[in-house]
C-alpha cells in the first residue's frame, strides 16, 4: 500500500485544530525553511521537482525564482482555493481536515519569495472549508505563528481570506487577481506575467492548495525522498478525485503515475453494477475524453500529455455504457458557455454557440455538417483566446465529438439517442 | 530602435511598440477592433492575431512588444482563418441592421467583412438580443450591434477621466452600460460615437439624417474655442449636418467635445442673419454699403474707431487693421480678449479635463493680438468707450463680435453708441450690438469661410469653407474692400491665401510662411506650450499601458 502523505491526518479526530498539527510535528518545517536563506528555499523546492497541483503542472520552484528580489511594490502569495474545476474535490478536504498544512506551505512560499501578505481565495460556496481555515489563521495568529513576527524569527508574514462569488473563470490566476483585487474576475492579458506584475501591480506568486500543502513534507523529509514517489520529472503522491459510475467514488492520495485502469477498476473497485466503461475524463472537465482502449495510461503530467490529454487536476470522472455522449458534451458546453467571462470574441460568443449546437443535436434538430461544424468552431476557437479557458471548451468538445462521432452523427440521423438514456420529444422520422 | 520583418518587408520601430503600432506607422495594415492609440490596449477581440516565426501560438499584434529580429506573418492561412473566425463570431448575434443604421458606411464590422469575404455565418441558432435601454440626449445606444470591445469603457476611464461605464453580466450576456446612472451626459460623450467601431452607439442629435458615403467632407477647424480643434464639416445638399473631429496630434489629437462638436448648430439658429440692414431693416447690400461709405466720408478719419475681433480670421483683422491705417487713417482701433458672453454653448459648470474647451471662447484672441500688435494698435476697449462718451469718437465700425456683451457692461456701450453719428456692424447673428446699427453687413460663419486662426498655444491653422455663403453674407475682409474701393482705395484681393502671405511679411510671428505651405496640424508660430497628459486615469495592468503618438490612420 502506498504511503499517504497528505491525507495521512485526514482521520484523525480534530486534525484541523493547532494543538493536534503540533503533536503530529507540524510546523517544524516552517522553522526549518525560516533557518535557510530565501535562495536556498527555493533551490529545495526546486531539487524535489514539485509541480503545481492546480491543472497546469508548472514547477513550482521555477515559479517562485521569477519573482524579482528587489521590488519597489510588495509582493504578494495567492493561494488558488476556488476549486472550480468540474470533478475536483481534493482541495477542500485539506481545507477542512488539515488547514494548517496549508498555512505551513504558504508561510515557506511567502518567505522564499519575501511576501508578507498571502490571500487565500476560496470560492464562495466552500462555506464550512472557510470556516476551518479562518479559525486556522487565528489559531496560528494567536500562537506567533502568522503575524509581524513568524515563529520569533522577525519575518513578517499576514494570511487573509478571500471569498469567490461564483465564477469558475476566477480559478485562472490572472482573474484571481482581479478578483482579489475587488474588480470583474476578468483574465489579464500576459505578458506580464504574475510573477513581474501581479496582485495590485506587485509580483505575485498563484499556487493551489494542494501544491502548498506539500511542502512541510518536502522540507522535513527531503526533496530527494519526495521526488521519488513518483515518475521522473513527476515527482510526489497525487490526490485522485474519483467520480461517476464507480463503486467506491471518493478522493485517493496514489502516488503519481499510478495507472488510470489500476485506480478505476483496483482502488475503486470497478464501474457499479459491473457494467461496461465507456469513457473517461482524467483530470477534470477541461481535459480530453478517454475512451477505454487509453486507460492504460500512467496518471502523471507527461504521460498524459503524450496521448494528448492532461493530468489537469487529477479529476477522474467514469461514465459507463448507459451515458449519452451527446448529452454529456451539451452539458459540459453549457457549463463553459454560462462561466466565460466574456471578454474575448472567440469564447464568449464560441462557446455560447457551441452549446446551442450540441442542444439542437441532443433534441433532435441535428442538420448534416454540424459535426463538421463543430470542429471548425473548436480549431477557431483554441489558442485565439485571451486565458486557456477558450481551450478548456475547444478541447474536450473535439474530444467527444471525434472519439464518438458516430454517436453524434446517429443523433443527428435519428434525432434519437442511441443510449436510448434519454427520451426524446423531438424524434425525427 | 528594433527592426522587424512583416511579410518579408524590414521595418524599424520605436522602443516599447507593440507590432501594430510599429506596422500601423510603416502603412501596413492590420485588422483590429478594440485596439485604438490613444486608450490602453483592451487585447480582447482578437482580430488583430498574427504569426510570428518561434511562437506556436498565434499572438495578438496589439500585445506583443516588438523585439529585435522578430519576424512576422500576417497573411498565412492559419491568420486569415482566425481572421475569419473572429469576424464570424462577431456576425453570428449581430443584428442585420446595416440598411438602418448610422454607421453603416464607416463600419468596421462592414469593412473587415467585405475586406476577408465574410458576408455570412453558418449561425441557425436564436441570436442574443439585449433589453434597450436610454442613455440620454446625446447617445444612442444599441447592446444587439455591440462587438464588447470595451473602447468606450477605457475612453471614459482613460481620457475622460470619468468611469461611467462598465460591464454587467458575464459570458455572451454581457452588457455594456453605466455603473450606477442611467444616462451619459457628460462633456465628450459624443467621442464614444467616434470610436465604436460599429452602430452600438451612435449620435442622437444627427440620428438619421444622411447616410455617411453621400456627405461632402470637408477639413476645417471648429471655432468654439480657443484650442482650435481640428474638425470635418460634413455637408450634405447645401445643409452641414455635423462635425467630427480630425486628427491633429499637436491640438486635439482625435477627440473633439461635444460643444464644439455640435457648434455647428449655430447657423441654422433662430438669430442667424443673412441679409444686410439700414436702421434694423432689410435692404440690399449695395446700398447698405453705399450708405456706410457715405457716413464714413462725412467723419474725420481719425474720429472713427474700429473694433476688430478675434472671432474673425487673421486675413478679416489684417484687413480691418489696413483699412484703418490706410483708409481711415486712425489709431483707434482695439479689440476685447475679455469675459466671455452669453453664448449658449458655453463651458459646463462640471469640472472638465484641462484638454478639453478652453475658457477663452473665441478662435482667434492669440491670431487677432499679433496682427494689431504688429500694426502697433494697443488702444483698450474701455477707453475706447470713454472716447465715444466725451465725443473724441463719432463713429463706430465693429466687425464680428458682440461687442455690447463683450465689454460685459450693455448698457453702458449702448448708451454710449447712442451718442455716435454713425455705427455699422458686421455679425453672423443677431444681438445687443447689432441692434446698435445703423448698418448692418451679415457675416459668413466659420464654416462658410476660407483662412486661417492662430489658436491659444500659439498654432496658426487654416480654416475651409465647407458651405457657400448664404445671401449677404461675407467675411469681414470682403467688407472692408467694398467700402475700402468706395472710399477711393482699390484693393485687389481675390482670396484668403493671398492676404495671409502679404500678412506674413509684415507680421513677425509669421515671418517667412505662405498660405498654401501650411500643414493640416499648422504651423507653431511661438514655442510649443508643454504637452499635457492625454491618458489621465488609473489602469490595471502597469506594464500593458501604450500611448501611440498619432499614426497615419484617421481615429476610427
Known sequence: MAEKVLTARFEKPESHRLATYRADGGYQALRKALAMKPDEVIELVKTSGLRGRGGAGFPAGMKWSFVPKESEKPKYLCVNGDEGEPGTFKDRYIMSLDPHAILEGALICCYAIQAHTAYIYVRGEFKEPIKKLEDAIDEARNAGIIGKNVLGTGFACDIWVHYGAGSYICGEETALIESNEGRRGMPRLKPPFPAVVGLFGGPTVINNIETLAYLPHIFNRGPEWFAALGPEKNGGTKLYGVSGHVKKPGLYELPMGTPLREIIYDHCGGIRGDRELKAVVPGGSSTPVLMPGEIDVNMDYDSLMKIGSMMGSGAIIVMDETTCMVHVAARLANFYAHESCGQCTPCREGSKWIAKILYRIENGGGREGDVELLLDLCDRIQGNTVCPAGDACAMPVRAYVQKFRGEFEAHIKHGTCTVGNFPNPWKKD | ?556
Not at chain 2, 483592451?42 to 492575431?49: D, K, P, Q, S, T
Not at chain 2, 481572421?83 to 458606411?105: K, S, T, W, Y
Not at chain 2, 452588457?175 to 451626459?185: D, F, N, W
Not at chain 2, 458615403?213 to 449636418?241: D, F, H, P, Q
Request: aromatic share 8%; net charge negative; with cysteine.
Open chain 2, 1 to 556: 530602435m528594433p527592426k522587424l520583418t512583416i511579410d518579408g518587408v524590414e521595418i524599424e520601430a520605436a522602443e516599447g511598440q507593440s507590432v501594430l503600432e510599429a506596422a500601423l506607422a510603416n502603412g501596413i495594415h492590420i485588422p483590429h477592433f478594440c485596439f485604438h492609440p490613444l486608450l490602453k490596449v483592451g487585447g480582447n477581440c482578437r482580430m488583430c492575431l498574427i504569426e510570428i516565426e518561434k511562437v506556436p501560438k498565434l499572438q495578438i499584434a496589439c500585445g506583443t512588444a516588438v523585439r529585435d529580429g522578430m519576424v512576422v506573418f500576417t497573411k498565412t492561412d492559419r491568420v486569415t482563418n482566425a481572421r475569419r473566425g473572429v469576424l464570424e463570431f462577431m456576425l453570428i448575434n449581430h443584428p442585420l441592421d446595416c440598411p438602418v443604421c448610422d454607421q453603416a458606411g464607416e463600419c468596421k464590422l462592414q469593412d473587415y467583412c467585405f475586406k476577408y469575404g465574410m458576408e455570412r455565418s453558418r449561425f441557425i441558432e436564436e441570436k442574443h438580443t439585449f433589453e434597450h435601454q436610454d442613455l440620454g440626449p446625446w447617445l444612442s445606444k444599441d447592446m444587439n450591434r455591440c462587438l464588447h470591445c470595451t473602447r468606450c469603457i477605457r475612453f471614459m476611464r482613460d481620457i475622460a477621466g470619468s468611469e461611467e461605464l462598465t460591464l454587467h453580466e458575464r459570458g455572451n450576456d454581457t452588457v455594456v452600460g453605466p455603473y450606477l446612472e442611467t444616462s451619459i451626459e457628460n462633456e465628450f460623450c459624443l467621442n464614444l460615437v467616434d470610436i465604436c467601431p460599429v452602430g452600438a452607439l451612435t449620435s442622437k442629435p444627427f440620428r438619421f439624417q444622411a447616410r455617411s458615403w453621400l456627405m461632402e467632407k470637408t477639413r476645417t477647424l471648429c471655432a468654439g474655442c480657443s484650442r482650435g480643434c481640428n474638425v470635418i464639416a460634413w455637408t450634405y445638399k447645401g445643409r452641414l449636418l455635423r462635425l467630427t473631429p480630425a486628427e491633429n496630434a499637436h491640438v486635439n489629437q482625435c477627440w473633439l467635445c461635444n460643444p464644439g462638436r455640435m457648434s455647428f448648430e449655430s447657423l441654422y439658429a433662430k438669430n442667424r442673419l443673412t441679409t444686410a440692414m439700414e436702421s434694423m431693416t432689410d435692404t440690399d447690400i449695395v446700398s447698405a454699403l453705399d450708405t456706410a461709405a457715405g457716413k464714413l466720408k462725412s467723419v474725420p478719419g481719425e474720429k472713427t474707431a474700429v473694433i476688430a475681433s478675434r472671432f474673425l480670421t487673421i486675413e478679416d483683422n489684417y484687413l480691418i487693421c489696413r483699412f484703418a491705417r490706410d483708409v481711415l487713417n486712425t489709431e483707434k482701433v482695439a479689440f476685447v480678449s475679455g469675459p466671455e458672453d452669453d453664448s449658449e454653448f458655453g463651458p459646463s459648470k462640471a469640472p472638465l479635463p484641462d484638454w478639453f474647451m478652453r475658457e477663452d471662447l473665441s478662435p482667434n484672441s492669440t491670431g487677432a493680438a499679433h496682427v494689431l500688435n504688429a500694426f502697433g494698435y494697443d488702444l483698450k476697449p474701455a477707453t475706447l468707450i470713454e472716447e465715444i462718451e466725451n465725443g473724441e469718437i463719432r463713429a463706430l465700425l465693429v466687425f464680428g463680435d458682440n461687442f455690447a456683451a463683450s465689454m460685459g457692461d450693455v448698457s453702458r456701450v449702448k448708451s454710449a453708441a447712442n451718442r455716435l453719428s454713425f455705427v455699422m456692424v458686421t455679425d453672423s447673428h443677431s444681438s445687443t450690438t447689432t441692434d446698435m446699427a445703423s448698418v448692418f453687413i451679415p457675416e459668413s460663419t466659420f464654416a462658410e469661410k476660407d483662412g486661417t486662426y492662430t489658436n491659444e498655444g500659439g498654432r496658426v491653422q487654416k480654416l475651409k469653407a465647407a458651405l457657400r455663403p448664404q445671401n449677404d453674407c461675407r467675411s469681414a475682409w470682403q467688407t472692408v474692400q467694398e467700402l475700402a474701393s468706395r472710399l477711393g482705395v482699390k484693393w485687389n484681393y481675390t482670396s484668403a491665401s493671398q492676404i495671409f502671405d502679404e500678412m506674413a511679411a509684415v507680421v513677425p510671428e509669421y515671418e517667412g510662411m505662405s498660405f498654401s505651405d501650411i500643414p493640416d496640424e499648422g504651423i507653431q508660430t511661438t514655442k510649443e506650450p508643454e504637452p499635457e497628459d492625454a491618458t489621465a486615469g488609473t489602469g490595471d495592468n502597469g506594464e500593458n499601458v501604450k500611448t501611440a503618438d498619432g499614426n497615419a490612420e484617421e481615429a476610427d
